[in-house]
């Protein structure tokens, strides 16, 4: 390595280490042309393990749960699963045991609150049979799909995309991820959101219309999966807004809490 190009591996790494970027691999470290500027990768702290586990695609699923899909409108007995994403960049991850102090974002005047159990896999591929689907999941954190309402029921009501209700800056909160080898599979269990003390969302993921396994075979007939994948399992009922200075407080079953203050 040139004097040249070790400095310029130490100032990207200065800069990711000064953006909060853990373990992120100087760009240029890697093989073929340097880019010209660098863009870190997204990890996630892995709980009790020294690696982290770096985000390719976030997956969500509408409408998994039957009281949900009722209060935004549909029919949970007909409707087959679908599917949106964020971009990878827009996640916020709260460490345990911090309040992380997240933005209310831009245009919005209705911003909701959606908790989720997340599936985080590490393998994928298509038409993945659902009895086999969660040999692919390495662990599952807590998470929110945070929602700009107001913007998702506008494009709705004109048939356009959800794009800018879904997908924005910090729109997909998540926790640490927790091995499967050691929490197993989340079937069943109390999930909540409480707002400032008061619980708003309190379900059971056994409520879900679709399954973790069959949510991983529905989403791996359209795309193939890969490691690195995490799938937003969808929300119970009882979704509602949120305003500045107000402190959630995200609860699953077999998980440490989660928590953020909207400012
Ligand atoms: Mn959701």
């Given at each position: 390595m040139t004097r040249t190009s070790r400095r310029s591996v130490l100032t990207v790494a200065a800069a990711m280490t000064a953006a909060g970027i853990a373990e992120a691999t100087p760009a240029a470290a890697q093989a073929g042309p340097k880019p010209i500027f660098p863009v870190p990768m997204v990890t996630i702290p892995i709980v009790?393990?020294?690696?982290?586990?770096?985000?390719?695609r976030i997956y969500c699923i509408g409408r998994n749960y039957a009281a949900h899909?009722?209060?935004?409108?549909?029919d949970p007995n007909r409707e087959p699963p679908f599917f949106f994403q964020k971009p990878t960049d827009a996640i916020q991850n709260v460490a345990i045991g911090e309040v992380a102090d997240h933005p209310y974002p831009l245009l919005t005047k209705n911003y909701h609150h959606e908790v989720e159990l997340v599936a985080a896999l590490k393998s994928g591929g298509t038409n993945i049979p659902a009895d086999k689907a969660l040999d692919h999941v390495y662990g599952y954190a807590l998470g929110l799909d945070m929602t700009r309402r107001d913007l998702q029921n506008g494009m709705a009501a004109e048939k356009k995309p959800w794009e800018i209700g879904k997908s924005f800056d910090h729109a997909a909160v998540l926790g640490s991820i927790h091995p499967a080898s050691k929490t197993g599979h989340f079937e069943k269990g109390a999930i909540s959101l409480a707002v400032n003390g008061t619980v708003r969302q309190n379900s059971d993921l056994s409520k879900m219309i679709w399954s973790v396994a069959e949510q991983i075979a529905k989403l791996s007939e359209a795309f193939e999966l890969k490691a690195g994948d995490i799938i937003y399992s969808g929300t119970p009922e009882n979704v509602g807004p949120v305003v500045k200075g107000d402190v959630l407080l995200c609860k699953l079953e077999g998980l440490p809490d989660m928590s953020i203050r909207i400012v």
């Open positions: 009790g393990e020294s690696q982290v586990f770096q985000v390719r899909a009722i209060e935004r409108g549909s």
